[in-house]
C-alpha cells in the first residue's frame, strides 16, 4: 500500500498565513463577497421590481452614466423604473465579475444580459441585451455601495413587441 505525501502547501496556502496577514486576507474576501452582493441585489431588486432594493445599492449622491442618461441617482430611477415596468417580466443574469477591493473603495466591472420579456410567464422575448457596467463603491456604515456607474450596451436583440392592454 502506497502512502500519500503530506501536503507541503505553496504559495497562499492557509497554512502559511498568520496573525495579521489572515486577518488581511479573510477582510479581503468578506469584502469581495459583500461587494458582489450589492451587484446581485441591483438585478435582483430589477426584477423583483423591489425599488427600495435597487435604490440601497446605491449612494445618495450616486452619479450613473447610462446608454441614455447621465445624472444622480434619484434622477435615474425614475426614468428606469417606468422603462422596466413597461415589460410584465424581466431577468438579468450576472456574467463574469471583476471585483477589485482597495480599503473603502471598490471597483467592479460586471457582464450581465438583461432578458425583458412581452408576457409574465416569460416565454416571448422582447428585448435581449448584453450589459457591461463599472461601478465605483465605497463601503458606507450599512455597507457597500455604488458611488458611480457607467453602463455600457454591448449588444442588443429586439424580439416581439409587448401586447397592447
Known amino acids: 500500500m ?10 497562499g496556502d492557509m497554512t502559511e498565513m498568520a ?3 489572515l486577518a488581511a486576507t479573510v477582510q479581503r ?19 423583483r421590481r ?7 445599492c446605491f449612494a445618495e449622491d450616486a452619479i450613473v452614466h447610462g446608454t441614455a442618461f447621465e445624472g444622480r441617482r434619484d434622477d435615474y430611477l425614475n426614468i428606469l423604473r417606468p422603462g422596466v415596468e ?6 438579468h443574469f450576472i456574467g463574469n465579475q471583476l471585483r477589485e477591493v482597495d480599503g473603502h473603495r471598490a471597483f467592479t466591472e460586471t457582464y450581465l ?9 416569460g416565454e416571448i422575448d422582447s428585448l435581449i441585451t448584453g450589459v457591461r457596467y463599472e461601478d465605483q463603491l465605497l463601503r458606507q456604515d450599512v455597507g ?3 458611488s458611480r456607474r457607467d453602463v455600457f450596451m454591448v449588444w442588443k436583440r429586439v424580439g416581439e413587441p409587448v401586447p397592447a392592454p
Do not use: C, K
Open 2 to 11: 502506497r502512502r500519500r505525501r503530506a501536503h507541503r502547501g505553496g504559495p
Open 19 to 21: 496573525g495579521p496577514d
Open 29 to 47: 474576501l468578506v469584502d469581495d463577497v459583500a461587494v458582489s452582493r450589492t451587484m446581485v441585489n441591483y438585478a435582483r431588486g430589477i426584477d
Open 113 to 121: 444580459i438583461a432578458r425583458h420579456f412581452a408576457d409574465a410567464a
Open 144 to 146: 457597500w455601495e455604488i
Open 50 to 56: 423591489d425599488w427600495d432594493l435597487v435604490r440601497s
Open 86 to 91: 413597461h415589460f410584465p417580466s424581466t431577468q
